[in-house]
């Protein structure tokens, strides 16, 4: 009895230890298949089965021909319209063009080769296998959240405060740029469903602003620089006052360049020598950039005067007469000399014509003082000649004498008066430049007092013969001139009117030299009774018409008194006459 309760035990054994075994063999069996599978969803290169694109099934299809399919597909929809992105104000436009066909193609085929791939182990190999069901993408318009990253970058970005900094030479300045946040992830995912239902109203995304830092452009001017300093002209002392360079940058050439740089762009400005606008050489020549007054006379054509008014014009020219100085004649041209190249020419000394150095010169100092009235300047010193000129207005001429007569007048103004004087053929002209205080201007009155015609004379040499008849000297008509200064208004105003001067120009009659008379007695017809009183006719003494004119006059020894034509007085009107200079009252004159 007990063997056969052995064997019964062992049969038992064997069953159990048989279903174990194949236990494990369906589990290893099982767990090869899972493996299998798994690497067989794994390793798969296309997209799971039933995944839909819209209406075309892209299961099966590797990324391009999933990407083909699509394209085909949306070529048939119509393309989506524009949208507008609001942020802030402004308008951002989503192109419906941009949006369409292949980039839009490209979106849904990831997303249907990403399906099912990122699932549980198991859920995946129902993916692969097409145990899943049927997956559906919406084909509608797909907004990335990359699209709009870049399309509203302008806005939604970081912020960037300004900021300087010095690198050698150079000024890194940054300009601000505004920031602002928003999640844009929900903004493509709310922008796509409203593609996807029609509705294109403008899309208000909501935003949250960052401000940046601000420049004070003024105050990095200040820190980093030194402003140049214009020259000036100081009306107190009477100088220009030097100009001084700068150092830095040019304040309107930096805020250009900011104004044009981007938001957050770096500008690059160099620290450099910045010069004046004004340089004192500048503001030198701006003082005499204005012709206060010009006149030029004529030159009669005697090679020897013509040479000493060129060397007196020379001599004044260039001459700088500072407010309140007082210019004279003689202190700046000196004295005539030979060393100076001066040369003999006609002056009248106690009424006779000699030939001394520098005679001519006076015509010099007549141009100088008609300049000088025009201008309204202060004469200080100025006498008229012995004989009557007419190179200038009548009564406007003014003779100097080295030692004995002096032209003078003073800068009564607030700025540098400049003489400029040259000759030019037989022409000399004199211009006073200098800065304008006023448009107010200058006429001269002439008015003739009284007229002396002179007389036709004869003196006797009894070394002569009877026959003998030579001209001595011309005769000259005398004149008293009386002159005044009327200064207007630009608008005509008369403003002033002062008695100038009054000029007394001697006569001088004409005189031949003529040898002893034989006396012969006289024939006398007993019929006709002695004439009793009665004129005698003179030769000359016609009056000079108001204003100035003078009428033609006879020269001797080469010279020329006889109006040859007009002088020019700068645009204050013209004064007919010309010829040499002229004696003064008793002195030796030029």
């Known amino acids: 009895m007990a063997k056969n309760t052995k064997s019964k035990k062992t049969a038992g054994s064997k069953k159990g230890r048989a279903a174990v075994i194949v236990i494990i063999i369906v589990i290893i069996l099982l767990a090869v298949l899972l493996a299998g599978c798994g690497m067989a969803a794994t390793s798969y290169q296309s997209i799971f089965p039933n995944v839909y694109v819209g209406s075309v099934n892209v299961g099966g299809m590797t990324e391009a021909q999933a990407r083909q399919a699509v394209e085909d597909m949306l070529a048939q929809q119509p393309k989506p319209e524009d949208m507008v992105i609001e942020v802030f104000g402004d308008r951002y436009v989503i192109s419906g063009e941009e ?132 020259a000036f002209y100081d009306t107190e002392t009477g100088e220009v006052i030097p100009h001084q360079e700068g150092f830095g940058f040019d304040m309107n050439e930096f805020k250009t360049q900011m104004e044009n740089a981007a938001p957050g762009e770096k500008v690059y400005v160099m620290l450099k020598a910045v010069p004046a606008e004004i340089t004192t050489d500048i503001a030198a020549a701006a003082l005499f950039e204005n012709v206060l007054y010009t006149c030029t006379t004529p030159l009669t054509d005697i090679p020897n005067r013509t040479n000493n008014v060129t060397l007196a014009a020379n001599a004044m020219n260039g001459a700088v007469i500072m407010p309140g100085e007082t210019f004279s004649f003689n202190k700046r041209v000196g004295e005539r000399t030979a060393e100076k190249g001066y040369k003999k020419a006609d002056v009248y000394v106690s009424g006779n014509t000699v030939g001394e150095l520098g005679g001519g010169v006076c015509q010099v100092a007549s141009t100088l003082y008609v300049c000088c009235l025009y201008t309204d300047l202060e004469i200080v010193e100025r006498a008229e000649h012995q004989f009557f000129v007419t190179y200038v207005p009548a009564g406007l ?41 006023n448009d107010n201007y200058v006429e001269m009155i002439s008015e003739t007092l009284e007229v002396k015609p002179f007389e036709e004379v004869e003196e006797v040499d009894e070394t002569k013969d009877p026959d003998y008849r030579e001209l001595k000297h011309t005769g000259y008509t005398g004149y008293t001139i009386k002159t005044y200064r009327n200064v207007y208004d630009k608008d005509g105003n008369l403003l002033n009117s002062s008695h100038e001067a009054t000029s007394y120009y001697n006569r001088r009659d004409k005189t031949w030299i003529v040898g002893p008379q034989e006396e012969e007695p006289p024939v006398v017809d007993p019929s006709i009774p002695p004439e009793v009183g009665g004129d005698t006719p003179v030769e000359g003494g016609e009056v000079p018409p108001e204003g100035g004119d003078v009428p033609p006059q006879s020269g001797e020894n080469g010279e020329t008194v006889v109006p040859e034509g007009e002088i020019s007085t700068g645009g204050n009107g013209e004064t007919p006459g010309s010829g040499d200079v002229v004696p003064g009252q008793g002195e030796p004159q030029t």
């Not at 084909?139 to 699209?147: F, L, N, Q, R, S």
């Not at 003073?410 to 205080?437: C, H, Q, R, W």
């Open 397 to 437: 001429d003014a003779t100097i004498y080295w030692g004995a007569r002096d032209y003078q007048f003073k800068n009564n103004t607030d700025y540098p008066i400049m003489i400029e004087a040259f000759v030019e053929g037989l022409e000399l002209t004199v211009t006073l430049k200098g800065e304008k205080s």
């Open 99 to 230: 949006i369409s066909g292949n980039s839009n193609a490209q979106l849904l085929v990831e997303e249907a080769y990403s399906t099912g791939r990122s699932e549980s182990f198991f859920n995946k190999i129902l993916y692969r296998f097409g145990l899943a069901g049927d997956t559906v993408i919406s084909a509608g318009t797909v907004i990335g959240e990359d699209y709009l990253k870049e399309l509203l970058s302008p806005v939604i970005c970081e912020k960037i405060d300004a900021s300087v900094e010095e690198d050698g030479q150079w000024l890194i300045v940054t300009k601000s740029r505004d920031g602002a946040s928003a999640d844009l992830a929900a903004a493509a995912s709310e922008i796509s469903a409203k593609y996807a239902s029609g509705d294109y109203s403008a899309y208000i995304l909501d935003a949250v602003s960052e401000p940046a830092s601000l420049l004070d452009l003024q105050a990095v001017y200040d820190e980093y620089c030194i402003a140049p300093k214009n």
